[in-house]
């Protein structure tokens, strides 16, 4: 079993930003975060791949591409997720995620993290 550990988050004014962190207990071939807010269906918001012959590949949901950046670290363990130009719609609990195959939206996520709260006031 795969743990997932995820820090950060909080609370920031409407174009602050805030940054999102989550440690895999194991390497992973895919990592990413999807977020849900009160009252709405959990959505996807970005990805990361890796694997030796195609690298990294990034994807993100239409309503955070341009202000969201995912990337990871080199041990495939850790992913960050740098959130700019925060609005209050991105207001939600985030939830990492990870597991063995696909990308985007359709990945296979096979282990999820405990989410954290990210509040963005206008």
């Known amino acids: 079993q795969v743990q997932l550990v995820e820090s950060g988050g909080g609370l920031v004014q409407a174009g602050g930003s805030l940054s999102v962190s989550c440690t895999a207990s194991?390497?992973?071939?895919?990592m990413g975060w999807f977020r849900q807010a009160p009252g709405k269906e959990r959505e996807f918001v970005a990805s990361i791949t890796w694997n030796y012959w195609t690298g990294s590949q990034t994807s993100y949901a239409d309503s955070v591409k341009g202000r969201f950046t995912i990337s990871r670290d080199n041990t495939r363990k850790t992913a960050y997720l740098q959130m700019n130009s925060l609005k209050p719609e991105d207001t939600a609990v985030y939830y990492c995620?990870?597991?063995?195959?696909?990308?985007?939206?359709?990945?296979?996520?096979?282990?999820w993290g405990q989410g954290t709260q990210v509040t963005v006031s206008s």
């Open positions: 194991i390497p992973t071939f895919i």
């Open positions: 995620v990870a597991g063995s195959a696909g990308s985007g939206e359709s990945g296979r996520y096979d282990w």
